[in-house]
Every structure is written in structure tokens, then in C-alpha cells.
């Protein structure tokens, strides 16, 4: 093959990497203030003259194809004014990046935004792939053929099976008449049955990644099950009893919303502009739990404090009062401390004074880096708090009030035709059930640590399965009592489909082996092949090399991934499980997931030295957030973790990649992204 062709698995790995890395730089731009001003449609305040795609190019153009394809054409959302976009939601945005929370880089842990960011990146990624190359047309498979539940092959062969009925054939106009009917959607087709259960393993796997593999997973289900302790949903069925909507609904919001304080009613009489008014319940719900986590943290420090080898007061008064320096000032001392390889709060010391930093022991420079994590945890939360709670003007509650007064007209149908009673205490009974599964268990013959046994894959697919019923009972309830609504839903689901076409002329230009068709880049591809060959004669045997290396890397991740799901069907077929459940599961977006993760820088533990990865923290917990989580509910998930790596190959170095195309790569998106936008 021509060194300036690239066959379909080449360009299915070069599109990977590109996408990849955009995404994720993409989400990371939002910790700056300046994201959202450069974002462009449709948070742009001042409407960009003209039609040139120069002048309308967004700085995160995936991340805006997202949201115009699939978001704002949502019903409800598309409804909202435009200063919703360009006030509220923008200036919320603005706000989190001006609070500048913290980095993973000084923490010296991967943090639960940076683990829910990267997760929500790798999910992100999956979506704008399917709308920038779009799915093949192979033709209508014949659904009600054989699909054995009990075979993975049968699953994903499903799966792939309903992806084209739904986006080429008729099958969301049947799900739709499906609900209909019955509550039952498996009941349409064995491959819809089929691809369920492959649906469901996914999930499952994203679970218990998400609570058990995560060093933060203990943490995170204490933090749910704070949230859920705290919604009062005794109240809410009863607001929802009565019978005239108007009355439910202002009902609900002054339950959530209302504020009682001398600043609201002094706001309201026009006494005062903008004066601070409190907190309403949802506010307070936020507060609380975000108060709850700081206790735990200034628990920690104290505990430092109390300490008779501590660092001296100098110490810790040093980097308290870098806790309060500028982000130029915070940024400087990351970039030497990355720079001249020494810990975060040696570079703090230094700039301090540099007797602070040769006075310190070992022991202490440790107690100084958990200081420090403490007091930026603190700090994060109490950010967070300002943001959402205690700013005026309120952003949160009217973005809040602006979502129900748009979803109002829905409220009052679904309300007059369906009991919603009911499916809120569904939403109760399964956070119960998922809080509870969570939770590791006395159990003979299972996976232990300390005589306890660890949820697995497997627990958590028959959680999803115990509970399924409960969504598809409101899906039934609403398509049989909401036509108009259900009609409404029905346009969205579909026009959104089309967003995952390819057009006739790359379609009449596909291969005709199916397995070429599935790993090329479709749309992109015609793209992707001019980006590649206006590079350099001398880089282009270097980025090949690498994109060659990243297939190999992708097919061996699919083989893996195959390998799993039939672990897990024969273990959720296996009722007894003697030999213990499954602590891995598959998906290569889960891979993704992790190679985010690994590759994060981190401060150096000890003085001097290079700095670490994420993959070297993966399994350690902030001080604080350890004292905050019983030990009996907690466990080691580094051994899981080191487990499940070992079965999954090493990414390549991609950045030689990333360097030659990235920028031509990210013009073209934005050209893509500004396509469809509405004319100014």
C-alpha cells in the first residue's frame, strides 16, 4: 500500500487518537474562565456577523456539535430563550472557572471531578465519534432471527443489529408503539431482548468501576447516599397528590426553591438589588452535603496539627497563605515544581523562603502535602458552595426556575395522565438497592478483603435486571397516556438518528467488506486522507508507524472486551458463583477512561524527583475522605485495580500523532460544527 494511503483500520485508529485527545482537551479548557467566552453559539453574547465559518468557529467545536445536533433541538430545551444561554448558563460557567478549584497536580490524588470529568470525556468521545463518521449502512438485518442471550457474540451481534434498524429502518417508530402497548419492550424482538442485555452489562460495568474499582467509589456512594437521605420524598409524593397541576407544580417549586430570609424579602420589596438571600432546600441540600465533606477534611488537619513531629507553624502558614495567592502565582509554582522536579510544597517553600524547605524532614514533607490536600479539598468545597448557593445574582435557582417554567407544559400533561406517585418511589427504591449492592457484604466463597465480600460485575448487572421493570413501567405509562408528548419525543429520537447517517456518496463509496466498514472513519474519511498527506515526506512515515501501533492497540482492547462479556454472562448464569464474581468488565470507552487517568500528571511524593502519573495514585484517597467513610464500608481497590490493568494492553505514545494533526484536526471539527448553525 502507498505511503500516502491509509487503509480503513488506519484511519479508524487515526480518528481515534484525534478524537480522543480534542475531547478530552475540550472538557479540561473549562477549568479557565476564557472557555466559555470563546465557546461561541450558542453562548456567544454578541452575535457573530456574517456567514464565513472563520468568524463562527467555536474553541471546543465537539463539544458544540454535541449540543447543537443532539441538545437544543431537545423538546423543552429548545424552547428556553436565548439568555438562558447567554447570561445564566454562560456566566454560571465563568463563575466555576473563575473559582479556579483544584488540580490533581497538587492534590497528589486523582479527585472525584477529575475520575467523573474523564469518565464523562471517554462517553463524550463515544457519541460526537458516531456523529462526525456516522454508521454504515449494511443493510436491514433481520431482527427476529436467533440471538442466544447466553453468548456474547449473539449480544453485540444484536446490538450492532438495532443500531441499524434504529438509525436506517423503522424500529424507534415500533419501540414507540411497543411501549404502547405493553411495558415489556424485550417482548418486540429476540434482538432487541438481545441488545438489552448487552445495554445492561455495559452499564454494569461502568457501575462498578464507578463505586468499587475507583479509589473514589466509597466516597462517592457515601456522598449518594448523603443526597439521599436528605430528599424528602414523602413530601414530594404528597405535593404530587394533588390534583390540579398549576397548584402541584408551584407546589414543588416553593418546596426547592422558595427562599425565606431578610435579604429575599428586601430583593422583593426593592429595598435592596441584589442582596444576599439564603439558601432555598435544594441549595441547602448542596450546602449540607458539601459541609458534611469539609468536616471530615478539617478533621484531618487538625489531626496533622495535633501531631508531635508536625511541621512547624512557619510550615503550615506558608501554604495557607499560598492557598490564597493569585491562579498566576498558583500556576508559576505548579510549572517549577513540574519543571525542576520537586514536590508542589517544596516549590511553595522555596519561593516562601528557602530555609522552610531544607528544614523539613521526610515525615514532615509528607505531613505537608496532606496538608495541603486537605486545605485544597476545603477550599473546593467552599468554592462550589459560593458558586451555587451564596452569589447574587441566584444563577442557580433561575436556571432552575427557567428548566421547569419551559418543561411545564410537559409537567402538566404527564401529571393529569400519569401517577407519578409511584415512580418517584421507584426512583427512591432503586438508589436504596444501588446504595445497599454497593456496600461490601459478608459472603462465604466470594472475592474477600477482611472477610468481606467486594459487589461484582455480576451484582451489579442483577441489580439493573431487578429493576429494569421500573423504568420500562414509566415508559408504558407515558406513551399510553401522553400521545401528544410521546409524539413530541418521537420527531426528537428521530431526527437525532439522522444525525448518524452517512450520506449516499460515502456510502456508495464504502468498502464492501462489512469488518473494513466498521473500523474506518466513514465521514472523515475523505478528511482524514488529505489532513495525513499535507503532512511533511519525513513525518509521515513516523505518524504512520504510530497510527499502525494504535490499531493494533484498539483490536487487541476489542478482543478483550469480547473475552469479558462472555465471562459475564456465563458468571450471571452461574446463580451459585462459587469461584467468586468478575472485578473487570468490558468496553474499550472504559480503557479510554483509564488511559485518561494514567497519563495525569502528579506532584513528586518525596522532595526531589520527577513528577508521578495518575496511574501511580489510582488507588489512594485525599486525607479526609478516608476519615469520612467507615472502615467496614471501605476496601483496597488498588489490587482490583492492578488486576484489571494487567489484562489490558498499554496505550502507544500517540503525541507525535496528536502534534502533526491536532490544530487541522480541531479546524475541521469547528468547520463541521458551524455548518448547520442558524444564519445572524
Known amino acids: 500500500m502507498s505511503s500516502t494511503t491509509l487503509s480503513p483500520h488506519q484511519l479508524g485508529a487515526l480518528f481515534d487518537i484525534l478524537v480522543n485527545y480534542e475531547t478530552y482537551a475540550e472538557v479540561e479548557s473549562f477549568k479557565d474562565p476564557e472557555a466559555i467566552e470563546q465557546y461561541g ?7 457573530q456577523k456574517g456567514n464565513s465559518n472563520d468568524d463562527r468557529r467555536s474553541s471546543s467545536p ?9 441538545v437544543l433541538p431537545m423538546p423543552g430545551v429548545r424552547d428556553l430563550p436565548s439568555e ?15 473559582a479556579e478549584l483544584s488540580e490533581s497536580y497538587d492534590k497528589g490524588t486523582l479527585g472525584s471531578r477529575k475520575r467523573l470529568a474523564s469518565v464523562a470525556s471517554a462517553i463524550h468521545e463515544c457519541i460526537t465519534r458516531g456523529l462526525l463518521s456516522g454508521v454504515p449502512n449494511d443493510g436491514l438485518p433481520n431482527l427476529y432471527g436467533e440471538y442466544d442471550i447466553h453468548i456474547g457474540e449473539d449480544l453485540a451481534r444484536a446490538w450492532d443489529d438495532v443500531v441499524q434498524h434504529l438509525v436506517y429502518g423503522n424500529l424507534i417508530d415500533e419501540l414507540f408503539n411497543q411501549f404502547t402497548k405493553t411495558p415489556n419492550v424485550e417482548d418486540h424482538s429476540p434482538a432487541v431482548e438481545a441488545a438489552v442485555h448487552f445495554a445492561i452489562i455495559f452499564i454494569a460495568t461502568f457501575l462498578h468501576h464507578l463505586f468499587v474499582l475507583s479509589a473514589e467509589g466509597p466516597y462517592l456512594l457515601k456522598l449518594l447516599d448523603n443526597v439521599h437521605s436528605l430528599v424528602p ?24 426553591l422558595a427562599k425565606v430570609s431578610v435579604g429575599a424579602l428586601s430583593n422583593w420589596l426593592g429595598l435592596t438589588q441584589n442582596a444576599a438571600d439564603g439558601m432555598n432546600l435544594m441549595q441547602r441540600i448542596i450546602s449540607l452535603v458539601l459541609e458534611w465533606d469539609t468536616g471530615e477534611f478539617r478533621k484531618a488537619i487538625e489531626s496533622i496539627r495535633r501531631c508531635k513531629e508536625r511541621p512547624t507553624e512557619s510550615h503550615l502558614a506558608a501554604l495557607d497563605e499560598h492557598l490564597q495567592a493569585s491562579r498566576e502565582q498558583h500556576e508559576s509554582i505548579r510549572e517549577l515544581s513540574k519543571n525542576e522536579g520537586k514536590s508542589i510544597v517544596i516549590a511553595i517553600f522555596e519561593a516562601k523562603d528557602i530555609g522552610l524547605a531544607q ?16 486545605l485544597l479539598a476545603i477550599r473546593d468545597r467552599e468554592k462550589i458552595t459560593e458558586v451555587l448557593c451564596r452569589q447574587s445574582p441566584d444563577l442557580t435557582t433561575t436556571i432552575v426556575r427557567d428548566g421547569v417554567y419551559v418543561f411545564e407544559p410537559m409537567i402538566r400533561a ?37 472477610s468481606t465480600a467486594l459487589p461484582s460485575v455480576e451484582d451489579y448487572l442483577a441489580l439493573l435486571r431487578r429493576n429494569r421493570h421500573l423504568a420500562y413501567e414509566y415508559l408504558h405509562d407515558f406513551a399510553e397516556g401522553c400521545p401528544d408528548m410521546r409524539a413530541t419525543w418521537l420527531d426528537w429520537v428521530k431526527k437525532s438518528l439522522k444525525s448518524f447517517r452517512q450520506t449516499l456518496e460515502t456510502n456508495s463509496c464504502i468498502n464492501t467488506n462489512k469488518e473494513d466498514n466498521t473500523y474506518g472513519a466513514g465521514e472523515m474519511d475523505k478528511n482524514l486522507h488529505v489532513l495525513f498527506n499535507e503532512l511533511p515526506d519525513d513525518k509521515k512515515s513516523n505518524v504512520k508507524a504510530v497510527i499502525n501501533a494504535h490499531a493494533n492497540y484498539l483490536s487487541t482492547l476489542e478482543g478483550v472486551s469480547r473475552t ?22 468490558p468496553g474499550v470507552y472504559i480503557a479510554r477512561w483509564h488511559s485518561l487517568l494514567d497519563k495525569t500528571l502528579i506532584t513528586p511524593s518525596t522532595p526531589q524527583g520527577p513528577p508521578r502519573r495518575g496511574r501511580d495514585v489510582k488507588g489512594l484517597k485525599a486525607l479526609g475522605k478516608t476519615e469520612a467513610i467507615a472502615s467496614s464500608e471501605s476496601w483496597d481497590p488498588d489490587a482490583l485495580t492492578q488486576q484489571d490493568e494487567q489484562a489490558r494492553p498499554d496505550p502507544p505514545d500517540v503525541s507525535i500523532v496528536v502534534d502533526a494533526l491536532g490544530p487541522q484536526f480541531k479546524r475541521l471539527v469547528a468547520d463541521v460544527s458551524s455548518k448547520d448553525l442558524p444564519k445572524v
Open 41 to 47: 453559539y450558542p453562548f456567544d453574547t454578541i452575535p
Open 62 to 70: 465537539l463539544l458544540q456539535l454535541l449540543l447543537t445536533r443532539l
Open 84 to 98: 438562558f444561554w447567554t447570561a445564566k448558563f454562560r456566566n454560571i460557567m465563568k463563575r466555576f472557572g473563575e
Open 233 to 256: 420524598y414523602t413530601v414530594i409524593g404528597q405535593t404530587l397528590r394533588v390534583g390540579n397541576a398549576g397548584t402541584m407544580i408551584n407546589g414543588m417549586v416553593r418546596l426547592f
Open 359 to 374: 528544614s523539613l524532614t521526610e515525615a514532615q514533607h509528607i505531613q505537608c502535602l496532606e496538608y495541603y490536600s486537605a
Open 414 to 450: 404527564i401529571h393529569k395522565n400519569v401517577d407519578l406517585r409511584n415512580h418517584i418511589g421507584s426512583v427512591e427504591t432503586f438508589l436504596t438497592d444501588l446504595i445497599e449492592t454497593s456496600k461490601p457484604k459478608k459472603r462465604d466463597g466470594r472475592q474477600t478483603e477482611n
Open 564 to 585: 469479558r462479556i462472555q465471562s459475564i454472562v456465563d458468571g450471571a448464569d452461574d446463580h451459585q458463583r462459587k469461584a467468586g464474581g468478575n472485578m473487570s468488565g
